[in-house]
């Protein structure tokens, strides 16, 4: 079974930045393609970008050219860098290994106006 453990969630003001982190237990990280997604209140879980086992990256239309996926594979590491963050951006933002359907507890971000 393999863990996520995400961290970096805040409060923070619209415009402001922050950086989210995931980091997965188990061997095969490197193999992974790994994603983000979010979830508001009353609303579907989204994907938010995704990055392949090969660098490979895509975003959702919401966060292009403010979001930025990458990955550090010697630290099992997916990150999420958030800038220009807008209200709209509130949720939980979930971590996610495709190829074991595994999911991280979530971390809370809440951009104020």
């Known amino acids: 079974q393999v863990q996520l453990v995400e961290s970096g969630g805040g409060l923070v003001q619209a415009g402001e930045s922050l950086r989210l982190s995931c980091t997965a237990s188990g061997s095969n990280f490197a193999i992974n393609p790994m994603a983000w997604y979010r979830q508001a209140p009353g609303k579907q879980r989204e994907l938010v970008a995704r990055i392949t086992n090969g660098g490979r990256t895509n975003y959702a239309d919401s966060v292009k050219g403010r979001f930025t996926i990458s990955r550090d594979n010697a630290k099992n590491t997916v990150y999420l860098q958030m800038n220009s963050l807008k209200p709209e951006d509130t949720a939980v933002y979930y971590c996610?290994?495709?190829?074991?359907?595994?999911w991280g507890q979530g971390t809370q971000v809440t951009v104020s106006s």
């Open positions: 996610n290994q495709e190829m074991t359907r595994s």
